[in-house]
């Protein structure tokens, strides 16, 4: 990793977090956050950008670009690397993975236009895995969204299925206003990170759903040939035979 980077994760690591600290962490950054550095930031993070784009990539439409996603979740990347506030405690690395995401799935977004149907079945479930959190403190499971709506997890899995995971406010908009569990929370933000949440959830079934309809549009031959090497396991040279 950078050394931009390893810097501006030692600002946060550090155990006094006094105001004197930070602000001088604060200064360190706008100080040393030059051209060169941001171009060094830009490389050293590029594998973490075409990872991320590409796995959102079976979920974009033909009117967004791979490439300008690239480019999108690049500033993205230059503008946590000048908002990041070591104050927060939470490491530079993190904090980028986050913007990096949101900024992407808020470009796949606007691809998307709503119809007011769906839009008021995207607040309903919104509002419902936003209250989950505050009460339980922790990131909801499916049968507790699904019980909470009064609707089976297979329901509950169908309309994630229809609203598309790109939908759902990214994690990283809780970091950029208030803290929506009350208070400052970096043990809470922590252990989002490490849960899948329902976005997750639904691009999971999404790209299933996607593999599903590409499968089905092969012929007997070729579906054949996908059966043998996947999940029978030979080699093409026997498949061939």
């Known amino acids: 990793m950078a050394q931009t980077t390893a810097n501006l994760d030692q600002q946060a690591t550090q155990q006094d977090n006094s105001p004197q600290r930070v602000r001088a962490a604060r200064a360190y950054q706008k100080t040393h956050l030059t051209e060169s550095n941001e171009e060094e930031l830009l490389q ?36 946590a690397a000048h908002g990041y506030d070591p104050g927060k405690g939470m490491s ?9 995401r949101g900024s992407i799935l808020d470009e796949i977004r606007k691809s998307q236009p709503l ?3 769906v839009y008021s079945r995207r607040k309903e479930l919104e509002t419902t895995i936003e209250t ?44 950029e206003g208030e803290d929506e569990f009350g ?11 490490n849960q899948e949440d329902p976005s997750e959830q639904a691009m999971r079934h999404e790209m299933h759903g996607l593999i599903r309809d590409r499968i089905g549009q092969l012929n007997r031959q070729q579906q054949k040939v996908l059966l043998l090497f996947y999940y029978e396991g030979l080699r093409m040279k026997d498949v061939a035979e």
């Open 44 to 79: 050293s993070y590029a594998p973490v950008i075409s990872q991320m784009v590409h796995r959102f990539a079976p979920l974009v439409r033909v009117t967004v670009d791979v490439d300008d996603l690239k480019n999108i979740a690049s500033l993205a990347l230059i503008q």
């Open 92 to 100: 530079f690395e993190s904090y980028a993975r986050m913007r990096i």
């Open 115 to 117: 119809s007011r149907t």
């Open 132 to 175: 989950l959190r505050v009460e339980l403190n922790r990131q909801p499971t499916e049968e507790e969204i699904a019980g909470h709506m009064g609707i089976a997890v297979s329901q509950y899995r169908q309309l994630l299925d229809k609203l598309r995971p790109v939908i759902f406010v990214p994690l990283h908009q809780l970091l």
């Open 183 to 193: 208070g400052s929370s970096q043990e809470r933000h922590a252990a989002d990170l």
